[in-house]
């Protein structure tokens, strides 16, 4: 109760706010030896510690999250650290980094039997971003493996959506649309609407890049209908751009 009663307050849109109640729900869990709790709650002042700006606390408490996990012998809260010290590389744009940490993740969530399928598509995007279309079609193609073999229907459509981007990246828009098309309908008929949305969205540019502006602006205008009927402000600003591109 005392832990529940400490992390309650937090919140991510406050982070100055957020960041006492963490580390006093980090002290109650080292004091009930609730080590799970505590490691949750250690992670949770990094992301805050971001959030602020002050980068170097945030990556110097990533590392102790690690260093934490290390020493305890806990090798699911090990790759745990891994992963969340790689999304932090990412943001900053430290590639290298962010690959060494998700690779090391990814190895220790496999040894313990996970799929790592949100680790492939976050190290895949690492991938593109460095401009490696190779390395981040790999990992989303595994990802796409792995999620074929598991049933895992919204992971095998999130990686045939990243493969259309990487290919629209290379210019191979039909390729691109092919992809892009297939991972709409699969998040359709599983009814996540939303993320279906942003996919049509995707397409829509595809089309836009075949010279295709019918179907452009038809896709754009849908994809800008679902981010207002599911109130995502970021999405609607940024088909708004993408549709004053068209005019």
Known sequence: QRLAQAISPGSEVDPAGSLPHLLEAARIARELEDWERYFQSIGGPAEMYDALGRTEEAREALERNLE??????????????????????????????????????LKLDEERGGQGLGGLLELGGVYHAQGNAAEALRCYEECRRRALNTSNRWFEAYALRCMGVVYGALGDYFRALELGLESVRIFREISSHHVAGAGVGNVGLVYQALGDYPNARKSLVESYQSALRHHDIGEQERLLGDLGDLS
């Open 68 to 105: 934490f996990a290390q020493n305890l012998g806990h090798r699911g809260l090990e790759a745990t650290a891994h992963v969340s010290l790689a999304q932090f590389h990412a943001r900053h744009g430290n590639h290298d980094a962010a690959i060494r940490h998700y690779r090391t993740g």
